[in-house]
């Protein structure tokens, strides 16, 4: 028998696609101070729907940037209390030439809800949102005892929320989390991740002279600072794509030979993945591993911008007195993020060329972390995930980090489901970010299921 919260759910679909897009076009970028009020815009209409839907509590969190969003429903005597998160936030549509569609208003094309934040993560908040509703609007009450925290600082570290939960307010006190900003492993695959690497997002200074100098009168004497730090990048990875760092991969925890096996099982097709997702002439990485070894479970140092000196049209002759490379590590279990970004400072120092002084400076950074599947709420998860989905569910780790689940887990001592309902291909963080509008549909449907479920 359908669920009555199931059948409002799909009854009332349209109105819950167009409140969607109400809060798809509001362009709360989190790293943009010109979009401040924008982001404050977003939590105080999460905040008005909330209490419209029958939450109690509903209130902004202000933080040093943006506010959180806080709401409960603490009536369900007996029964477990979930901690239901997501973000707000979004990252900057650039470049904007790419998008085919205006990046915040919302389009459907293909199947798809084309909007920046439509799959990451505003779509799968409002699912989370609508199932909410769904279940107040048909039995006027939650099968489990439910508080709900939205971020907007997701994409820029999650500083804000990250003190917050270590605290330990008692608004947070809660048996598990739901976390849905995750991803499907396949079209159609009910997919639980279990697994996230952690991070350090750091930046690296080089000086050389006080000041920038004309490079005929200087050069072959001044010390170039993007020389220099080019010479430090090149010796953090070997050819291989092997971190050089001495100590780096000390205490890393492989995976299982279980845990392997059924990641061979996975329908993973290395060469499409190359051509449809990658796009790359070939792929690279450390010898002897998988491709989902090396995105899932082994460590990482990416480059990610160099800033500085002169990039404008033309030519300008001189040698910049500084230059700053992003760089970050992602990181795996068995790491953490002191030990690992101690190591790296230090030998940045020891390799650092004559002539220059070089700061490393800790943007921001989360633990990796794993989550066993042998409980409860996972496996209320993987029952709803299958009566949805009508195949079962596969367990993942992801390459990304997301910073809170590991705060969940230390400061809060709770485990999270990862229950997400994005796709590989949804272009999250770059421009045409799309959101399958049938996985919109079902995953306030399974979100619906696994509340009920836990709630036996």
């Known amino acids: 028998m359908t669920s009555p919260a199931v059948a409002f759910a799909r009854q009332n679909y349209s109105s819950f696609l167009d409140d969607l897009k109400a809060l798809l076009r509001i362009p709360s970028i989190s790293t943009l101070p010109e979009h401040k009020d924008d982001c404050r815009r977003a939590a105080e209409s999460l905040a008005v729907e909330l209490k419209r839907i029958g939450m109690d509590n509903a209130r902004l969190i202000d933080?040093?940037?943006?506010?959180?969003?806080?709401?409960d429903w603490l009536?369900?005597?007996g029964k477990p209390t979930v901690l239901i998160y997501a973000h707000y936030d979004v990252q900057p549509p650039d470049p904007l030439d790419e998008w085919l569609s205006p990046p915040f208003e919302p389009t459907e094309r293909d199947g798809n809800l084309y909007a920046r934040g439509a799959v990451d993560d505003k779509g799968q908040l409002v699912a989370q949102l609508k199932a909410l509703e769904s279940l107040?609007?048909?039995?006027?009450a939650l099968p489990v005892n439910v508080r709900v925290l939205f971020e907007g600082e997701e994409e820029v570290g999650g500083e804000g929320i990250a003190r917050f939960v270590a605290s330990g307010p008692p608004e947070l006190h809660s048996d598990f989390a739901l976390v849905s900003d995750t991803e499907l492993f396949a079209p159609g695959l009910p997919t639980l991740c279990v697994g996230?690497?952690?991070?350090?997002y750091t930046e690296i200074e080089v000086r050389g002279a006080r000041a920038d100098l004309h490079s005929g009168m200087y050069g072959g004497a001044a010390p170039n600072p993007f020389i220099a730090l080019a010479q430090i990048l090149a010796r953090l990875k070997d050819e291989d794509g092997r971190i050089l760092i001495p100590g780096f991969?000390?205490?890393i925890i492989p995976p299982s030979a279980e845990e392997l096996a059924a990641w061979r099982s996975l329908p993973f097709d290395e060469e499409q993945y190359r051509i449809n997702e990658v796009g790359s002439r070939q792929l690279v990485g450390e010898p002897g591993y998988s491709v989902l070894e090396r995105t899932w479970a082994r460590p990482t140092l990416d480059v990610h911008g160099m800033p500085g000196g002169f990039t404008g049209e033309g030519a300008k002759t001189v040698i910049p007195a500084r230059a700053t490379a992003k760089v970050s590590m992602r990181l795996v279990?068995?790491?953490?993020?002191?030990?690992?970004?101690d190591l790296y400072k230090d030998y940045v120092a020891r390799i650092a060329p004559l002539g220059v002084e070089v700061a490393v400076r800790l943007i921001h950074s989360g633990e990796p972390c794993l989550i066993s599947v042998d409980n409860p709420y996972v496996k209320a998860a993987?029952?709803?995930l299958r009566e949805v989905w009508g195949r079962e569910t596969v367990f993942i780790r992801s390459g990304g980090s997301i910073p809170i689940v590991g705060d969940f887990a230390r400061?809060?001592?709770?485990?999270?489901?990862m229950m997400g309902f994005g796709l590989p291909d949804d272009n999250l963080h770059a421009p045409n970010e799309k959101f399958h509008l049938k996985n919109f549909a079902l995953g306030i449907e399974s979100i619906v299921l696994f509340l009920e479920e836990a709630g036996r």
């Open 382 to 384: 993987t029952a709803a």
């Open 333 to 341: 279990p068995g790491m953490t993020t002191a030990k690992a970004f």
């Open 75 to 77: 009536h369900a005597t």
């Open 249 to 251: 991969y000390d205490g």
């Open 196 to 200: 996230l690497r952690g991070m350090i």
């Open 136 to 140: 107040l609007a048909t039995a006027g």
């Open 63 to 71: 933080t040093e940037c943006h506010p959180l969003v806080y709401a």
């Open 411 to 417: 400061y809060l001592g709770i485990p999270s489901v």
